[in-house]
Nanobody
Framework: EVQLVESGGGLVQTGGSLRLSCAAS????????YGWFRQAPGKGHEGVAC????????LYADSVKGRFTISSDNAKNTVYLQMNSLKPEDTAVYYC???????????????????WGRGTQVTVSS
């Protein structure tokens, strides 16, 4: 059974940092691309960052460039999202997602994604 389990969310003040983790199981980790989406109250899903496990290539939304870093530990089947300089507008439920592809060009289009985690809440206070 394919599973993605997020952890690491919480409450942090503006300017603070959090690291989200996404533990994957049930499939061959190296053959997939992974990413993080977020959904704020009343808004749709927004692609935040993604990474191809095969070669480590990454892609970021303009809103988080320079502040967030996505990485993967293929030995641990885990993807991380390091979030620094957090802002109140980063408040959202963050979801981990996986797609059985080796490249990330279309990852934010959602059409290739086959697995989702349940989400973890990130709240940034002003």
């Amino acid at each position: 059974e394919v599973q993605l389990v997020e952890s690491g969310g919480g409450l942090v003040q503006t300017g603070g940092s959090l690291r989200l983790s996404c533990a994957a199981s049930g499939f061959t980790f190296d053959l997939f691309a992974y990413g993080w989406f977020r959904q704020a109250p009343g808004k749709g899903h927004e692609g935040v960052a993604c990474i191809a496990a095969s070669d480590g290539s990454t892609l970021y939304a303009d809103s988080v460039k320079g502040r967030f870093t996505i990485s993967s530990d293929n030995a641990k089947n885990t993807v991380y999202l390091q979030m620094n300089s957090l802002k109140p507008e980063d408040t959202a439920v963050y979801y981990c997602a996986a797609a059985p592809v080796g490249s990330i060009g279309l990852f934010f289009e959602l059409t290739e994604i086959t697995s989702w985690g349940r989400g973890t809440q990130v709240t940034v206070s002003s």
